[in-house]
Protein backbone atom coordinates (compact mmCIF):
# COMPACT_ATOMS: atom_id res chain seq x y z
CA UNK A 1 0.00 0.00 0.00
CA UNK A 2 1.34 3.18 -0.84
CA UNK A 3 1.47 5.99 2.06
CA UNK A 4 1.67 8.90 -0.47
CA UNK A 5 -1.61 11.62 0.00
CA UNK A 6 -3.07 11.07 -3.98
CA UNK A 7 -1.92 14.64 -5.50
CA UNK A 8 -4.34 14.23 -8.53
CA UNK A 9 -8.32 14.75 -6.81
CA UNK A 10 -11.19 11.67 -7.81
CA UNK A 11 -12.79 14.09 -10.26
CA UNK A 12 -9.65 15.04 -12.11
CA UNK A 13 -10.49 13.73 -15.99
CA UNK A 14 -8.16 10.31 -15.59
CA UNK A 15 -9.19 7.06 -15.82
CA UNK A 16 -7.82 5.20 -12.27
CA UNK A 17 -4.85 3.67 -14.16
CA UNK A 18 -3.97 7.31 -15.03
CA UNK A 19 -4.45 8.89 -11.76
CA UNK A 20 -2.33 6.41 -10.07
CA UNK A 21 0.10 7.00 -12.48
CA UNK A 22 0.27 10.36 -12.60
CA UNK A 23 0.43 10.20 -7.86
CA UNK A 24 3.13 7.87 -8.49
CA UNK A 25 5.00 10.52 -11.16
CA UNK A 26 3.77 13.72 -9.32
CA UNK A 27 5.06 12.04 -5.80
CA UNK A 28 8.54 11.47 -7.24
CA UNK A 29 8.85 14.42 -9.27
CA UNK A 30 8.06 16.86 -6.11
CA UNK A 31 8.95 14.92 -3.20
CA UNK A 32 11.68 12.34 -3.36
CA UNK A 33 11.37 12.00 0.25
CA UNK A 34 7.79 10.50 -0.17
CA UNK A 35 8.92 8.77 -3.73
CA UNK A 36 11.09 7.00 -1.10
CA UNK A 37 8.03 5.98 1.00
CA UNK A 38 6.64 4.09 -2.19
CA UNK A 39 9.66 2.40 -2.90
CA UNK A 40 10.17 0.97 0.52
CA UNK A 41 6.63 0.44 0.99
CA UNK A 42 6.19 -1.95 -2.44
CA UNK A 43 8.22 -4.89 -3.93
CA UNK A 44 11.13 -4.12 -5.20
CA UNK A 45 11.52 -4.25 -8.59
CA UNK A 46 15.21 -4.73 -9.54
CA UNK A 47 16.96 -3.03 -12.64
CA UNK A 48 20.02 -4.79 -13.79
CA UNK A 49 20.27 -2.31 -16.29
CA UNK A 50 20.62 0.51 -14.18
CA UNK A 51 24.40 0.66 -14.30
CA UNK A 52 25.89 3.77 -16.34
CA UNK A 53 28.86 1.36 -16.51
CA UNK A 54 27.22 -0.62 -18.80
CA UNK A 55 27.34 -0.40 -22.64
CA UNK A 56 23.74 0.49 -24.39
CA UNK A 57 23.56 -2.95 -26.44
CA UNK A 58 24.09 -4.83 -22.18
CA UNK A 59 21.24 -2.47 -21.09
CA UNK A 60 19.00 -3.06 -23.75
CA UNK A 61 19.96 -6.88 -23.22
CA UNK A 62 19.31 -7.14 -19.85
CA UNK A 63 16.08 -5.24 -20.18
CA UNK A 64 15.17 -8.08 -23.07
CA UNK A 65 10.94 -8.87 -22.58
CA UNK A 66 10.65 -6.60 -19.69
CA UNK A 67 7.85 -4.10 -20.21
CA UNK A 68 8.08 -1.33 -22.55
CA UNK A 69 8.57 1.73 -20.09
CA UNK A 70 11.28 -0.76 -18.68
CA UNK A 71 13.18 -1.14 -22.44
CA UNK A 72 12.90 2.57 -22.56
CA UNK A 73 14.67 2.96 -19.54
CA UNK A 74 17.50 0.62 -20.68
CA UNK A 75 18.62 2.73 -23.34
CA UNK A 76 19.12 6.05 -20.93
CA UNK A 77 22.37 6.48 -19.85
CA UNK A 78 21.61 5.54 -15.99
CA UNK A 79 22.96 8.63 -14.20
CA UNK A 80 19.80 9.73 -12.89
CA UNK A 81 20.89 13.13 -13.35
CA UNK A 82 17.62 14.86 -13.48
CA UNK A 83 19.21 16.98 -16.55
CA UNK A 84 16.11 15.59 -18.55
CA UNK A 85 13.75 17.06 -15.81
CA UNK A 86 13.32 13.27 -14.59
CA UNK A 87 15.05 10.03 -13.14
CA UNK A 88 15.73 7.49 -15.78
CA UNK A 89 12.75 5.05 -14.55
CA UNK A 90 10.07 8.18 -14.86
CA UNK A 91 11.30 9.96 -18.26
CA UNK A 92 11.10 6.25 -19.12
CA UNK A 93 7.58 6.04 -18.04
CA UNK A 94 6.27 9.64 -18.83
CA UNK A 95 7.55 8.49 -22.75
CA UNK A 96 5.94 4.49 -22.43
CA UNK A 97 2.37 6.51 -21.54
CA UNK A 98 2.79 9.35 -23.94
CA UNK A 99 2.68 12.11 -21.33
CA UNK A 100 5.82 13.43 -22.84
CA UNK A 101 6.86 13.34 -26.21
CA UNK A 102 10.20 14.49 -26.63
CA UNK A 103 13.07 11.55 -27.00
CA UNK A 104 15.87 13.77 -26.65
CA UNK A 105 16.14 14.73 -23.18
CA UNK A 106 18.89 12.56 -21.79
CA UNK A 107 21.65 14.41 -22.08
CA UNK A 108 24.81 12.05 -21.05
CA UNK A 109 23.33 9.43 -23.30
CA UNK A 110 22.98 11.68 -26.16
CA UNK A 111 22.13 10.22 -29.43
CA UNK A 112 22.96 7.13 -29.24
CA UNK A 113 20.44 6.85 -26.43
CA UNK A 114 17.59 9.06 -28.48
CA UNK A 115 18.47 6.94 -31.33
CA UNK A 116 17.76 3.70 -29.12
CA UNK A 117 14.53 5.62 -28.28
CA UNK A 118 13.13 6.66 -31.31
CA UNK A 119 13.47 2.82 -32.80
CA UNK A 120 11.80 2.14 -29.62
CA UNK A 121 8.89 3.90 -29.97
CA UNK A 122 8.83 3.23 -33.50
CA UNK A 123 8.63 -0.59 -32.64
CA UNK A 124 6.40 -0.05 -30.06
CA UNK A 125 3.52 1.44 -32.28
CA UNK A 126 1.77 4.03 -30.25
CA UNK A 127 1.73 4.50 -26.89
CA UNK A 128 -0.62 2.16 -25.22
CA UNK A 129 -4.10 3.58 -23.59
CA UNK A 130 -4.79 5.16 -22.20
CA UNK A 131 -3.08 8.40 -23.88
CA UNK A 132 -3.71 11.19 -20.58
CA UNK A 133 -6.09 13.81 -21.37
CA UNK A 134 -3.68 16.32 -20.43
CA UNK A 135 -0.34 15.60 -21.23
CA UNK A 136 1.98 16.62 -18.61
CA UNK A 137 4.90 18.79 -19.59
CA UNK A 138 7.07 17.60 -16.47
CA UNK A 139 10.09 18.90 -16.35
CA UNK A 140 9.67 22.11 -17.85
CA UNK A 141 8.08 22.72 -14.20
CA UNK A 142 11.39 24.51 -13.29
CA UNK A 143 13.57 24.34 -15.79
CA UNK A 144 11.38 26.52 -18.27
CA UNK A 145 10.74 28.79 -15.39
CA UNK A 146 13.79 30.12 -14.04
CA UNK A 147 14.72 33.14 -12.18
CA UNK A 148 17.14 35.54 -12.11
CA UNK A 149 20.53 35.54 -10.40
CA UNK A 150 22.75 37.94 -9.91
CA UNK A 151 26.71 36.80 -10.88
CA UNK A 152 28.80 37.97 -8.68
CA UNK A 153 32.05 36.34 -9.79
CA UNK A 154 34.17 33.05 -10.69
CA UNK A 155 37.23 32.96 -9.00
CA UNK A 156 40.12 30.56 -10.36
CA UNK A 157 41.12 27.75 -7.56
CA UNK A 158 43.62 26.07 -8.90
CA UNK A 159 46.89 28.09 -8.54
CA UNK A 160 49.50 29.32 -11.17
CA UNK A 161 50.76 26.44 -13.42
CA UNK A 162 48.07 24.25 -12.96
CA UNK A 163 46.78 22.41 -16.22
CA UNK A 164 43.08 22.58 -15.01
CA UNK A 165 40.97 25.67 -14.62
CA UNK A 166 38.66 25.42 -11.91
CA UNK A 167 36.12 28.18 -10.55
CA UNK A 168 34.52 28.73 -7.44
CA UNK A 169 31.43 30.36 -8.97
CA UNK A 170 28.98 33.10 -6.41
CA UNK A 171 25.29 33.78 -7.42
CA UNK A 172 23.71 36.59 -5.39
CA UNK A 173 19.95 35.21 -4.75
CA UNK A 174 18.71 37.75 -2.43
CA UNK A 175 16.46 38.99 -5.43
CA UNK A 176 15.71 36.31 -6.64
CA UNK A 177 13.82 34.38 -3.80
CA UNK A 178 15.26 30.81 -4.68
CA UNK A 179 15.61 28.27 -2.06
CA UNK A 180 17.95 25.42 -1.93
CA UNK A 181 19.01 22.61 0.92
CA UNK A 182 22.69 20.75 0.77
CA UNK A 183 22.50 18.52 -1.92
CA UNK A 184 20.39 20.26 -4.37
CA UNK A 185 22.00 21.37 -7.79
CA UNK A 186 21.60 24.69 -9.37
CA UNK A 187 20.36 24.78 -13.29
CA UNK A 188 22.04 27.24 -15.29
CA UNK A 189 20.47 28.66 -18.67
CA UNK A 190 23.84 30.09 -20.35
CA UNK A 191 25.08 31.27 -23.80
CA UNK A 192 26.96 30.49 -26.65
CA UNK A 193 30.30 31.79 -26.77
CA UNK A 194 30.06 34.65 -29.23
CA UNK A 195 32.95 34.14 -31.37
CA UNK A 196 31.72 30.94 -31.87
CA UNK A 197 28.00 32.43 -33.12
CA UNK A 198 29.82 35.04 -35.35
CA UNK A 199 31.40 32.19 -37.22
CA UNK A 200 28.02 30.16 -38.06
CA UNK A 201 26.80 33.73 -38.79
CA UNK A 202 29.49 34.04 -41.35
CA UNK A 203 29.84 30.60 -42.72
CA UNK A 204 26.03 31.17 -43.36
CA UNK A 205 26.50 33.80 -45.45
CA UNK A 206 23.44 35.75 -43.11
CA UNK A 207 24.20 39.23 -41.48
CA UNK A 208 22.88 38.29 -38.29
CA UNK A 209 19.98 40.71 -37.68
CA UNK A 210 17.74 38.50 -39.57
CA UNK A 211 14.59 37.59 -37.74
CA UNK A 212 13.52 34.18 -37.07
CA UNK A 213 10.89 32.16 -34.73
CA UNK A 214 12.69 30.30 -32.07
CA UNK A 215 12.07 27.08 -30.93
CA UNK A 216 11.08 28.68 -27.65
CA UNK A 217 8.99 30.34 -29.12
CA UNK A 218 9.92 34.16 -29.08
CA UNK A 219 11.34 35.98 -32.19
CA UNK A 220 14.66 37.38 -31.95
CA UNK A 221 17.42 38.21 -34.35
CA UNK A 222 19.74 34.72 -35.70
CA UNK A 223 22.19 36.31 -33.18
CA UNK A 224 19.99 36.29 -30.41
CA UNK A 225 18.68 33.03 -31.44
CA UNK A 226 21.78 31.39 -31.68
CA UNK A 227 23.56 32.39 -28.84
CA UNK A 228 20.15 31.69 -26.48
CA UNK A 229 18.10 29.68 -27.34
CA UNK A 230 19.68 27.05 -30.13
CA UNK A 231 21.78 24.18 -29.63
CA UNK A 232 25.04 24.97 -32.06
CA UNK A 233 26.89 22.27 -29.68
CA UNK A 234 25.16 19.50 -30.83
CA UNK A 235 23.31 19.74 -34.12
CA UNK A 236 20.10 17.36 -33.73
CA UNK A 237 19.21 15.11 -36.37
CA UNK A 238 16.35 16.95 -37.74
CA UNK A 239 18.73 20.12 -38.55
CA UNK A 240 21.21 17.66 -39.87
CA UNK A 241 18.39 16.68 -42.50
CA UNK A 242 17.72 19.94 -42.86
CA UNK A 243 21.07 20.42 -44.14
CA UNK A 244 21.20 17.11 -46.08
CA UNK A 245 17.61 18.37 -47.97
CA UNK A 246 19.54 21.43 -48.74
CA UNK A 247 22.87 20.15 -49.94
CA UNK A 248 22.82 21.06 -53.66
CA UNK A 249 26.15 18.63 -53.95
CA UNK A 250 24.68 15.03 -53.68
CA UNK A 251 27.99 13.80 -52.18
CA UNK A 252 27.19 16.55 -49.19
CA UNK A 253 23.60 15.54 -49.35
CA UNK A 254 24.42 12.06 -48.83
CA UNK A 255 27.03 12.22 -46.42
CA UNK A 256 25.15 14.47 -44.61
CA UNK A 257 21.93 12.05 -44.33
CA UNK A 258 24.01 9.07 -43.11
CA UNK A 259 24.81 11.26 -40.38
CA UNK A 260 21.89 12.44 -39.52
CA UNK A 261 20.42 8.47 -39.85
CA UNK A 262 23.42 7.96 -37.45
CA UNK A 263 25.20 5.25 -39.89
CA UNK A 264 28.21 3.67 -38.24
CA UNK A 265 31.02 5.21 -40.05
CA UNK A 266 29.48 8.85 -40.78
CA UNK A 267 32.23 11.42 -40.65
CA UNK A 268 32.49 13.92 -39.13
CA UNK A 269 31.31 12.55 -35.80
CA UNK A 270 30.06 14.57 -32.62
CA UNK A 271 30.40 17.54 -34.73
CA UNK A 272 29.02 20.90 -34.24
CA UNK A 273 26.98 23.14 -36.34
CA UNK A 274 30.13 24.85 -37.34
CA UNK A 275 31.98 21.49 -38.38
CA UNK A 276 29.05 20.85 -40.27
CA UNK A 277 29.03 23.75 -42.36
CA UNK A 278 32.94 23.71 -43.07
CA UNK A 279 32.64 20.14 -43.84
CA UNK A 280 29.75 20.58 -46.57
CA UNK A 281 30.07 24.31 -47.78
CA UNK A 282 26.86 23.69 -50.42
CA UNK A 283 24.33 22.73 -47.43
CA UNK A 284 23.54 26.34 -46.85
CA UNK A 285 19.08 26.07 -45.99
CA UNK A 286 17.27 28.80 -45.27
CA UNK A 287 17.59 30.29 -41.85
CA UNK A 288 14.40 30.03 -40.64
CA UNK A 289 14.49 26.36 -41.26
CA UNK A 290 17.68 25.79 -39.80
CA UNK A 291 16.45 27.19 -36.71
CA UNK A 292 13.49 25.70 -35.90
CA UNK A 293 15.14 22.18 -36.66
CA UNK A 294 18.09 23.06 -34.20
CA UNK A 295 17.36 21.63 -30.58
CA UNK A 296 17.14 24.05 -27.63
CA UNK A 297 20.35 25.02 -25.56
CA UNK A 298 19.57 23.01 -22.66
CA UNK A 299 20.56 24.15 -18.75
CA UNK A 300 23.82 22.07 -17.05
CA UNK A 301 22.99 21.42 -13.83
CA UNK A 302 26.33 21.99 -11.16
CA UNK A 303 26.24 20.63 -7.49
CA UNK A 304 25.78 23.38 -4.83
CA UNK A 305 29.04 24.05 -2.65
CA UNK A 306 27.44 26.08 -0.04
CA UNK A 307 24.85 25.14 2.46
CA UNK A 308 22.12 28.37 3.00
CA UNK A 309 22.47 28.17 6.82
CA UNK A 310 26.15 29.01 6.03
CA UNK A 311 26.18 31.32 3.17
CA UNK A 312 22.51 33.75 3.31
CA UNK A 313 21.69 35.17 0.04
CA UNK A 314 24.45 33.75 -1.91
CA UNK A 315 24.78 30.20 -3.82
CA UNK A 316 28.38 28.71 -4.47
CA UNK A 317 29.57 26.25 -7.19
CA UNK A 318 32.70 24.72 -7.81
CA UNK A 319 33.22 24.37 -11.71
CA UNK A 320 35.45 22.98 -14.07
CA UNK A 321 35.97 24.82 -17.24
CA UNK A 322 36.05 22.84 -20.32
CA UNK A 323 38.53 23.50 -22.97
CA UNK A 324 39.99 21.03 -25.93
CA UNK A 325 40.84 21.12 -29.24
CA UNK A 326 39.41 19.76 -32.11
CA UNK A 327 39.93 19.13 -35.80
CA UNK A 328 42.48 21.74 -35.55
CA UNK A 329 39.56 24.14 -34.00
CA UNK A 330 39.97 24.91 -29.86
CA UNK A 331 36.25 24.09 -28.43
CA UNK A 332 35.03 25.45 -25.27
CA UNK A 333 32.24 23.95 -23.00
CA UNK A 334 29.19 26.15 -22.97
CA UNK A 335 28.15 26.40 -19.58
CA UNK A 336 31.90 25.90 -17.61
CA UNK A 337 33.31 28.53 -20.37
CA UNK A 338 30.49 30.79 -19.58
CA UNK A 339 30.60 31.20 -16.21
CA UNK A 340 34.60 31.02 -15.64
CA UNK A 341 35.36 33.54 -18.55
CA UNK A 342 32.54 35.32 -20.25
CA UNK A 343 30.00 36.30 -17.70
CA UNK A 344 30.46 39.51 -16.46
CA UNK A 345 29.94 40.14 -12.70
CA UNK A 346 26.49 41.93 -11.61
CA UNK A 347 24.69 39.86 -14.67
CA UNK A 348 21.32 38.24 -14.12
CA UNK A 349 21.55 34.80 -15.41
CA UNK A 350 18.67 32.62 -15.39
CA UNK A 351 19.09 29.61 -12.92
CA UNK A 352 17.03 27.15 -11.27
CA UNK A 353 16.89 24.68 -8.21
CA UNK A 354 17.31 20.91 -9.28
CA UNK A 355 16.01 19.49 -6.01
CA UNK A 356 18.23 16.55 -5.34
CA UNK A 357 17.32 12.77 -5.47
CA UNK A 358 17.54 11.93 -2.18
CA UNK A 359 21.30 12.69 -2.30
CA UNK A 360 21.92 15.07 1.24
CA UNK A 361 23.01 14.59 4.74
CA UNK A 362 21.69 11.53 7.67
CA UNK A 363 18.78 13.50 9.26
CA UNK A 364 20.55 12.03 12.91
CA UNK A 365 23.45 15.19 13.34
CA UNK A 366 25.40 12.23 15.12
CA UNK A 367 25.89 9.83 12.62
CA UNK A 368 29.00 9.33 10.89
CA UNK A 369 29.71 10.28 6.92
CA UNK A 370 32.34 9.70 4.71
CA UNK A 371 33.00 11.92 0.99
CA UNK A 372 34.27 10.69 -1.39
CA UNK A 373 34.75 13.90 -4.26
CA UNK A 374 37.72 14.15 -6.18
CA UNK A 375 37.93 17.23 -8.59
CA UNK A 376 34.60 18.94 -8.61
CA UNK A 377 33.17 16.00 -6.87
CA UNK A 378 33.69 18.39 -3.84
CA UNK A 379 31.18 20.24 -4.09
CA UNK A 380 28.40 19.20 -2.32
CA UNK A 381 30.40 18.59 0.59
CA UNK A 382 32.02 21.65 1.33
CA UNK A 383 28.26 22.52 1.34
CA UNK A 384 27.86 19.44 4.00
CA UNK A 385 30.65 20.28 6.06
CA UNK A 386 29.14 23.82 6.14
CA UNK A 387 25.53 22.96 7.47
CA UNK A 388 27.14 20.17 9.99
CA UNK A 389 28.46 23.08 11.68
CA UNK A 390 25.67 25.27 10.99
CA UNK A 391 23.55 22.42 12.66
CA UNK A 392 26.60 21.54 15.36
CA UNK A 393 26.16 18.14 14.20
CA UNK A 394 28.16 16.05 16.55
CA UNK A 395 28.80 13.15 13.92
CA UNK A 396 32.19 12.98 12.44
CA UNK A 397 33.20 13.80 9.17
CA UNK A 398 35.78 11.82 6.85
CA UNK A 399 36.81 13.54 3.22
CA UNK A 400 38.44 12.32 0.68
CA UNK A 401 39.89 14.89 -2.33
CA UNK A 402 42.02 14.03 -4.87
CA UNK A 403 43.17 16.43 -7.92
CA UNK A 404 46.11 16.24 -10.26
CA UNK A 405 48.92 18.12 -8.32
CA UNK A 406 48.93 19.11 -4.44
CA UNK A 407 50.88 22.58 -5.42
CA UNK A 408 48.29 23.79 -7.48
CA UNK A 409 45.09 21.42 -7.41
CA UNK A 410 44.27 21.49 -3.75
CA UNK A 411 40.73 22.91 -3.86
CA UNK A 412 39.69 24.95 -0.93
CA UNK A 413 42.26 23.62 0.71
CA UNK A 414 42.82 26.31 3.78
CA UNK A 415 39.16 25.74 4.22
CA UNK A 416 39.23 22.25 4.65
CA UNK A 417 42.50 22.54 6.48
CA UNK A 418 40.91 24.73 8.81
CA UNK A 419 37.49 22.18 9.14
CA UNK A 420 40.30 19.04 10.16
CA UNK A 421 42.58 21.67 12.58
CA UNK A 422 39.16 22.75 14.24
CA UNK A 423 37.67 18.93 14.24
CA UNK A 424 34.92 19.41 12.39
CA UNK A 425 36.74 17.11 9.78
CA UNK A 426 37.52 14.13 11.34
CA UNK A 427 39.74 12.86 8.70
CA UNK A 428 41.17 14.30 5.36
CA UNK A 429 42.47 12.18 2.90
CA UNK A 430 44.35 13.00 -0.25
CA UNK A 431 45.37 11.75 -3.67
CA UNK A 432 47.01 13.54 -5.65
CA UNK A 433 47.16 11.86 -9.32
CA UNK A 434 50.06 13.14 -10.99
CA UNK A 435 52.51 14.26 -8.27
CA UNK A 436 54.62 10.73 -8.90
CA UNK A 437 54.55 9.08 -11.77
CA UNK A 438 52.16 6.37 -11.20
CA UNK A 439 48.10 7.89 -11.23
CA UNK A 440 47.41 7.64 -7.75
CA UNK A 441 43.84 8.23 -7.02
CA UNK A 442 41.27 8.41 -4.43
CA UNK A 443 40.51 4.87 -4.52
CA UNK A 444 44.47 3.91 -3.97
CA UNK A 445 44.29 5.98 -0.14
CA UNK A 446 41.10 4.47 0.33
CA UNK A 447 42.65 0.51 0.34
CA UNK A 448 45.34 2.04 3.10
CA UNK A 449 42.94 3.14 5.18
CA UNK A 450 40.75 -0.20 4.85
CA UNK A 451 40.64 -1.42 8.21
CA UNK A 452 39.29 2.29 9.15
CA UNK A 453 36.84 2.35 6.60
CA UNK A 454 35.08 -0.89 7.45
CA UNK A 455 35.26 0.06 11.22
CA UNK A 456 33.60 3.26 10.41
CA UNK A 457 31.13 1.45 7.84
CA UNK A 458 30.36 -0.29 11.20
CA UNK A 459 29.75 1.90 12.96
CA UNK A 460 26.88 3.40 11.09
CA UNK A 461 28.75 5.70 8.69
CA UNK A 462 26.89 7.18 5.39
CA UNK A 463 28.29 6.95 2.39
CA UNK A 464 28.85 9.20 -0.51
CA UNK A 465 30.16 10.09 -3.79
CA UNK A 466 30.12 12.50 -6.06
CA UNK A 467 32.19 13.64 -9.40
CA UNK A 468 32.87 11.93 -13.01
CA UNK A 469 30.80 8.76 -13.67
CA UNK A 470 34.11 6.93 -14.71
CA UNK A 471 35.49 8.14 -11.02
CA UNK A 472 32.85 6.82 -9.02
CA UNK A 473 32.39 3.72 -10.69
CA UNK A 474 36.00 2.88 -9.75
CA UNK A 475 35.69 4.02 -6.38
CA UNK A 476 32.50 1.81 -6.24
CA UNK A 477 34.22 -1.44 -6.94
CA UNK A 478 37.07 -0.57 -4.74
CA UNK A 479 34.33 -0.16 -1.65
CA UNK A 480 33.36 -3.60 -2.65
CA UNK A 481 36.78 -5.16 -2.62
CA UNK A 482 37.45 -3.39 0.76
CA UNK A 483 34.28 -4.47 2.15
CA UNK A 484 35.38 -7.97 1.18
CA UNK A 485 38.50 -8.33 2.98
CA UNK A 486 37.73 -6.70 5.77
CA UNK A 487 34.39 -8.54 6.58
CA UNK A 488 35.98 -11.49 5.63
CA UNK A 489 33.34 -12.25 2.72
CA UNK A 490 33.37 -13.32 -0.94
CA UNK A 491 32.94 -9.94 -3.52
CA UNK A 492 29.24 -11.10 -4.41
CA UNK A 493 28.51 -10.97 -0.24
CA UNK A 494 30.35 -7.47 -0.18
CA UNK A 495 28.51 -6.46 -3.32
CA UNK A 496 25.70 -7.56 -1.64
CA UNK A 497 26.26 -5.33 1.59
CA UNK A 498 26.80 -2.73 -0.56
CA UNK A 499 23.79 -2.83 -2.33
CA UNK A 500 21.93 -3.21 1.11
CA UNK A 501 23.49 0.34 2.51
CA UNK A 502 22.12 1.63 -0.52
CA UNK A 503 18.88 0.47 0.05
CA UNK A 504 19.45 2.14 3.76
CA UNK A 505 20.31 5.24 1.84
CA UNK A 506 23.68 5.01 3.79
CA UNK A 507 25.91 4.73 -0.06
CA UNK A 508 24.51 7.36 -2.13
CA UNK A 509 26.06 8.61 -5.20
CA UNK A 510 25.82 12.02 -7.32
CA UNK A 511 27.41 11.34 -10.77
CA UNK A 512 27.94 13.16 -13.73
C1 LIG B 1 23.76 16.53 -11.25
C2 LIG B 1 24.97 17.12 -11.90
C3 LIG B 1 25.85 17.85 -11.16
C4 LIG B 1 27.00 18.41 -11.76
N1 LIG B 1 27.85 19.13 -10.99
C5 LIG B 1 28.95 19.68 -11.55
C6 LIG B 1 29.85 20.44 -10.76
O1 LIG B 1 29.67 20.61 -9.54
N2 LIG B 1 30.91 21.01 -11.37
C7 LIG B 1 31.15 20.84 -12.71
O2 LIG B 1 32.14 21.40 -13.22
N3 LIG B 1 30.32 20.10 -13.48
C8 LIG B 1 29.22 19.55 -12.93
N4 LIG B 1 28.36 18.82 -13.71
C9 LIG B 1 28.63 18.75 -15.16
C10 LIG B 1 28.00 19.99 -15.84
O3 LIG B 1 26.59 19.91 -15.75
C11 LIG B 1 28.34 20.11 -17.32
O4 LIG B 1 28.05 18.89 -17.95
C12 LIG B 1 29.79 20.46 -17.58
O5 LIG B 1 30.12 21.71 -16.98
C13 LIG B 1 30.02 20.60 -19.09
O6 LIG B 1 29.09 21.50 -19.59
P1 LIG B 1 29.49 22.58 -20.70
O7 LIG B 1 28.21 23.26 -21.14
O8 LIG B 1 30.59 23.43 -20.23
O9 LIG B 1 30.05 21.68 -21.86
P2 LIG B 1 29.28 21.23 -23.18
O10 LIG B 1 29.20 22.35 -24.13
O11 LIG B 1 28.01 20.55 -22.78
O12 LIG B 1 30.30 20.19 -23.74
C14 LIG B 1 30.46 18.92 -23.13
C15 LIG B 1 30.74 17.95 -24.25
O13 LIG B 1 32.03 18.22 -24.78
C16 LIG B 1 32.60 17.04 -25.27
N5 LIG B 1 33.95 16.90 -24.69
C17 LIG B 1 34.31 17.13 -23.43
N6 LIG B 1 35.65 16.94 -23.27
C18 LIG B 1 36.10 16.58 -24.49
C19 LIG B 1 37.38 16.23 -24.98
N7 LIG B 1 38.45 16.26 -24.18
N8 LIG B 1 37.49 15.89 -26.29
C20 LIG B 1 36.42 15.87 -27.10
N9 LIG B 1 35.18 16.19 -26.68
C21 LIG B 1 35.02 16.54 -25.39
C22 LIG B 1 31.71 15.90 -24.84
O14 LIG B 1 30.93 15.55 -25.95
C23 LIG B 1 30.84 16.51 -23.78
O15 LIG B 1 29.58 15.93 -23.74
C24 LIG B 1 27.23 18.23 -13.13
C25 LIG B 1 26.33 17.49 -13.88
C26 LIG B 1 25.22 16.94 -13.29
C27 LIG B 1 24.28 16.16 -14.13
N1 LIG C 1 39.25 18.96 -20.98
C1 LIG C 1 39.18 19.87 -20.03
O1 LIG C 1 39.56 21.00 -20.20
C2 LIG C 1 38.59 19.50 -18.72
C3 LIG C 1 38.94 20.22 -17.59
C4 LIG C 1 38.37 19.88 -16.39
C5 LIG C 1 37.44 18.86 -16.32
N2 LIG C 1 37.09 18.16 -17.42
C6 LIG C 1 36.04 17.13 -17.34
O2 LIG C 1 35.06 17.58 -16.43
C7 LIG C 1 34.65 16.54 -15.55
C8 LIG C 1 34.91 16.86 -14.08
O3 LIG C 1 36.22 17.36 -13.90
P1 LIG C 1 36.85 17.45 -12.47
O4 LIG C 1 37.85 18.53 -12.44
O5 LIG C 1 35.77 17.42 -11.48
O6 LIG C 1 37.56 16.09 -12.22
P2 LIG C 1 38.45 15.17 -13.09
O7 LIG C 1 39.07 15.89 -14.22
O8 LIG C 1 37.64 13.98 -13.36
O9 LIG C 1 39.68 14.81 -12.07
C9 LIG C 1 39.74 14.87 -10.66
C10 LIG C 1 40.76 13.86 -10.16
O10 LIG C 1 40.25 12.56 -10.33
C11 LIG C 1 41.25 11.78 -10.99
N3 LIG C 1 40.65 10.68 -11.72
C12 LIG C 1 40.55 10.49 -13.06
N4 LIG C 1 40.00 9.30 -13.33
C13 LIG C 1 39.77 8.71 -12.14
C14 LIG C 1 39.22 7.45 -11.77
N5 LIG C 1 38.80 6.57 -12.67
N6 LIG C 1 39.12 7.17 -10.47
C15 LIG C 1 39.51 8.06 -9.53
N7 LIG C 1 40.05 9.25 -9.82
C16 LIG C 1 40.16 9.58 -11.12
C17 LIG C 1 41.97 12.76 -11.87
O11 LIG C 1 43.22 12.25 -12.22
P3 LIG C 1 43.91 12.39 -13.65
O12 LIG C 1 43.27 13.57 -14.34
O13 LIG C 1 45.35 12.62 -13.34
O14 LIG C 1 43.66 11.12 -14.37
C18 LIG C 1 42.08 13.93 -10.93
O15 LIG C 1 43.14 13.73 -10.05
C19 LIG C 1 35.42 15.33 -15.99
O16 LIG C 1 34.54 14.57 -16.80
C20 LIG C 1 36.58 15.86 -16.79
O17 LIG C 1 36.96 14.98 -17.83
C21 LIG C 1 37.67 18.46 -18.62
Not at 182 to 204: K, T, Y
Request: proline share 7%; net charge negative.
Amino acid sequence: MSHIAPLIPENAPFTAAQRAWLNGWLAAYLSPSEATAVAAATPVEDFPWHDPALSLDERLRLADGRPRARVLMAAMAQLDCGQCGYLCQTYAEALATGAEMSLTRCAPGGKETARALKELMEDAGPAPPPALATPVSAPSVVRHMPRPARFAGALRLNREGSAKDTRHVVFDIVEGGLEYEVGDSLGIHPANCPELVDAVIERLGARGSEDVDCPDGSRRSLREAFTLVCDIGRPSDAAIEVLASRAPDRDHSQRLQALAEGYPGAEPVEADLLDLLIAFPSARPPLQELVSALGRLEPRLYSIASSPKAVRGAVHLTVAALRYEKRGRKRKGVASTFLAERAPPGAEVPVFVQKSHGFGLPEQDDAPIIMIGPGTGVAPFRAFLQERRARGAAGRNWLFFGDQRAAQDFLYEEEFEAYHRDGLLTRLDTAFSRDQDERFYVQHRMREHAAELWAWMQEGAHLFICGAAAMAKDVDAALVAIIARQGRMSAGAARAHLGALAGERRYLRDVY
